[in-house]
Every structure is written in structure tokens, then in C-alpha cells.
């Protein structure tokens, strides 16, 4: 673990003067540094670690990022712990920041500000010692890391010549994971029933962020089909050419069964693809998981 940090810092700027293709310390931080990071990931089902040197030539500013893929599978957008070494190889912080490349597209020249109070925001939600930094310097001219310096909501730094040992690595990754947890759990806006413990609310969350995640969502619509599984509808029927491929996921797994901090999803067994009101009706129900017992009322009504 220990030359996650030490190989770039030590041999990034050499390597930059060199050949962008095929380079070894590009391989590396595409690939062998995320893997020894998703090594100490307790569920490396739900979360992807990728690590980049640029694209099609060297960034100022290389970096590995984890992202949980229930808030986000991209570096553009959301946000997430990642691992960015300054330009000058001087250091590199721990951050939990912010996708920026969506922000860019959307604001423009307000990128910056927008990236800053988010992360104000963002704070505000979470439980922050004195340990944890505010601002971070990439040392950079570079769009992209002055934008990366105003999305950082919290950051450890780490010189180049005080590089943690591993266990302390470790530690502060998996304390990194825990406030990114706890901030995913913070920032989804549902509504819940009065009276639910800590644990019962986080699992709530959990739930409602697997039913609207657009990856499985797609997953489970190519795997089951788009014929509403209560009560047979059938967009494409209905409306032709504009309701073809349409139908909605529904999270069957019963909210009490959720693991927090991990999950494994089965496509087949924990969705279900209604029709909109079907999806409506089942979540009225005291159990939203009893898809049979919604098959039974449509049954009872015809």
C-alpha cells in the first residue's frame, strides 16, 4: 500500500517527459493502485476505485478516486474520495470532493462558485475534526485542478517526505468511506415515517438510492422485460412507437433485509418492472416488497 503514494510522488514528473503510451506509471495508476485500494474495501461490489493519469496525454494533477456506485460511477459528477497528487509531486491529498466536469458544463464561469458553496453544503451534513482540511493547493494552473481546489469539502494532506505508513492508510481510507457513507445517507431527500430508528433510516435511504440508480435500473429492464409484472400492461401497446422500452424498477428487497454499508443485488429476485400507477399503488402498501399481494387486488377489482 505504502507505493500507492510513494511510486507517483517519487517518479511522476520523471515519467511526464516521457512517452504517454504504454508508459508503466500510467499502467499503474490505472490499474495496479486502484486494485490495491479496492483490496481493503470491505464490499467491492458497490464500490469502483479508477485511477487516471490523463487521457491521451499527461494531467497536472494525476489521481484515484472511489466512487460508490450508488451516487456515482464517473469522476465527472456526484462526488467522492480521491487520492490527487499536487503538480509539483510536493504531496497528495486525501479528499472527499467533488465531480467537476458536470458542474463546468452546466455553470460556466460559475463553476467555481457553485463547486464552493456545494461544498459548504456538503460539510454542513457532516461530523469534521481538526484533522480535516478545508482548502487544498494542487499547485496547478490547470482548469480542472483550480476547479477540484473549490469542490473539496474535507482533505488529509500528505507531504512528500512524511508519506503515511500503511495501517495509517488504511485507516484514514476507510474513514474517508464512513463520512462519504454518512454524507450519501444525509443528502437523499425522501420522506420518512416518524419514529424510525438510525438504523431503520439509513436502510431507507439505501433502498431508495438502489431503486433510482439509472445503471441497474437499465440492468434490470434489458434483464425482465417491459411488461408490468402486477398487471400486464404494456406501453408499447398503448402508445405505440413512444411508449416502446418504457417501463419502471422497482427494489423489492424488503427494507428490514438491507445490509448497511454493503449490498448485493440479484436482478432477477430483488426487482420487479411495473407500469407507473403500478409502481405508485405498490408503494401504498404497508409492505412495498409484496408484489403478490398488489397482483391479488388488481385481480380482486376485474
Known amino acids: 500500500m505504502e507505493k500507492l503514494l510513494r511510486e507517483p510522488i517519487e517518479n511522476y514528473l520523471k515519467q511526464k517527459r516521457l512517452s504517454f503510451a504504454g508508459n508503466p506509471l500510467a499502467d499503474q495508476l490505472r490499474h495496479e493502485f486502484p486494485q490495491l485500494i479496492s483490496q481493503v474495501l470491505s464490499d467491492q461490489t458497490r464500490y469502483k476505485v479508477v485511477g487516471s493519469p490523463?487521457?491521451?496525454?499527461?494531467?497536472?494533477?494525476?489521481?484515484?478516486?472511489?466512487?460508490?456506485?450508488?451516487?456515482?460511477?464517473?469522476?465527472?459528477?456526484?462526488?467522492?474520495?480521491?487520492?490527487?497528487?499536487?503538480?509539483?509531486?510536493?504531496?497528495?491529498?486525501?479528499?472527499?470532493?467533488?465531480?467537476?466536469?458536470?458542474?463546468?458544463?452546466?455553470?460556466?464561469?460559475?463553476?467555481?462558485?457553485?463547486?464552493?458553496?456545494?461544498?459548504?453544503?456538503?460539510?454542513?451534513?457532516?461530523?469534521?475534526d481538526t484533522n480535516d482540511l478545508l482548502e487544498i493547493n494542487l499547485s496547478s494552473k490547470n482548469s480542472n485542478a483550480r476547479l477540484y481546489e473549490a469542490g473539496n469539502i474535507i482533505a488529509r494532506y500528505y507531504p512528500a517526505d512524511n508519506l503515511p505508513n500503511e495501517t495509517e492508510l488504511i485507516g484514514d481510507i476507510l474513514h474517508f468511506l464512513h463520512l462519504y457513507e454518512e454524507l450519501n445517507f444525509n443528502d437523499t431527500h425522501?420522506?420518512?415515517?416518524?419514529?424510525?430508528?438510525?438504523?431503520?433510516?439509513?436502510?431507507?435511504?439505501?433502498?431508495?438510492?438502489?431503486?433510482?440508480?439509472?445503471?441497474?435500473?437499465?440492468?434490470?429492464?434489458?434483464?425482465?422485460?417491459?411488461i408490468c409484472e402486477a398487471c400486464e400492461f404494456d406501453f408499447t401497446s398503448k402508445y405505440g412507437i413512444l411508449g416502446c422500452n418504457f417501463i419502471e424498477a422497482h427494489h423489492l428487497t424488503p427494507i428490514s433485509n438491507l445490509g448497511i454499508g454493503q449490498y448485493q443485488i440479484n436482478i432477477k429476485i430483488d426487482f420487479a418492472v411495473l407500469c407507473s400507477n403500478c409502481h405508485s399503488m405498490i408503494h401504498r402498501l404497508n409492505d412495498p416488497s409484496n408484489i403478490a399481494q398488489l397482483r391479488q387486488i388488481i385481480k380482486a377489482t376485474k
Open 190 to 226: 425522501i420522506n420518512e415515517n416518524i419514529g424510525l430508528t438510525a438504523i431503520e433510516k439509513k436502510q431507507y435511504r439505501l433502498h431508495f438510492r438502489i431503486e433510482r440508480n439509472s445503471r441497474i435500473s437499465k440492468k434490470v429492464k434489458e434483464c425482465k422485460g417491459y
Open 54 to 128: 490523463g487521457k491521451g496525454n499527461w494531467t497536472d494533477c494525476p489521481w484515484i478516486a472511489i466512487f460508490d456506485t450508488l451516487v456515482t460511477d464517473t469522476a465527472q459528477s456526484g462526488y467522492y474520495p480521491v487520492f490527487l497528487f499536487k503538480a509539483d509531486m510536493s504531496g497528495v491529498y486525501l479528499s472527499l470532493n467533488q465531480g467537476v466536469t458536470e458542474v463546468k458544463d452546466n455553470y460556466r464561469r460559475e463553476a467555481r462558485n457553485v463547486l464552493k458553496l456545494r461544498a459548504e453544503d456538503y460539510r454542513a451534513k457532516l461530523d469534521i
